[in-house]
Antibody, heavy 119, light 107 residues
Framework: EVQLVQSGAEVKKPGESLKISCKVS????????IAWVRQMPGRGLEWMGINYPSNSETRYSPSFQGHVTFSVDKSISTAYLQWNSLKASDTATYYC????????????WGQGTLVTVSS | DIVLTQSPGTLSLSPGERATLSCRASQSVSSSYLAWYQQTSGQAPRLLIYGASRRATGIPDRFSGSGSGTDFTLTINRLEPEDFAVYYCLLYGYSPTFGQGTKLEIK
């Protein structure tokens, strides 16, 4: 069974750093891209970008380029989304999802990680 | 950049009725790159349709997708209580973008 299990909710202050995780199982991690999607409170879905575990190739949406970093640890089949300096506007639920090729659609999704940034 | 506009913003129907949801692109796109997702409250999105008209694994046949060019439609026949949710279209490919969503609510 394909599963993407994300780390738990986080509460942080502006300016702090954060790394959330997405651990996959049920398929070969390196063969599929990982997409990241943001959903701000009460809002729609926003595409952040994708990451390919096999060679760490990364593509960021222009709206997120320079503010977040995608990474992976193939040894534990886990993908990460990281911020070096959070802003209040980063408050959102973040989803990871699997997709077969870089220009495909996400099929399986994680349950989401709620990140709250507040002073 | 291509913009996807979904309509209506909210659709109020009763169980058993048919729902027709629209997704319009700002310029012609390949139907091979259009997907639909369902999101119920507090849950992750669920893939319903890809390639504009292909049902994902396990999706009931009351869900169907159609369209080409700039106009795409998700049709849900014989609405069940669990179908009341928010629906998003996604143009995937090199620069993916979501529509803003249509909320399907019980009338």
């Amino acid at each position: 069974e394909v599963q993407l299990v994300q780390s738990g909710a986080e509460v942080k202050k502006p300016g702090e750093s954060l790394k959330i995780s997405c651990k996959v199982s049920g398929y070969y991690f390196s063969n599929y891209w990982i997409a990241w999607v943001r959903q701000m409170p009460g809002r729609g879905l926003e595409w952040m970008g994708i990451n390919y575990p096999s060679n760490s190739e990364t593509r960021y949406s222009p709206s997120f380029q320079g503010h977040v970093t995608f990474s992976v640890d193939k040894s534990i089949s886990t993908a990460y989304l990281q911020w070096n300096s959070l802003k209040a506007s980063d408050t959102a639920t973040y989803y990871c999802a699997r997709q077969y090729v870089s220009e495909s659609y996400p099929d399986y999704w994680g349950q989401g990680t709620l990140v709250t940034v507040s002073s | 950049d291509i913009v996807l506009t979904q309509s209506p913003g909210t659709l109020s129907l009763s169980p058993g009725e048919r729902a027709t949801l629209s997704c319009r692109a700002s310029q012609s796109v390949s139907s091979s790159y259009l997907a639909w997702y369902q999101q119920t409250s507090g849950q992750a999105p669920r893939l319903l349709i890809y390639g504009a008209s292909r049902r994902a694994t396990g999706i009931p046949d009351r869900f169907s997708g159609s369209g080409s060019g700039t106009d795409f439609t998700l049709t849900i026949n014989r609405l069940e209580p669990e179908d009341f949710a928010v629906y998003y279209c996604l143009l995937y490919g090199y620069s993916p973008t979501f529509g803003q969503g249509t909320k399907l609510e019980i009338k």
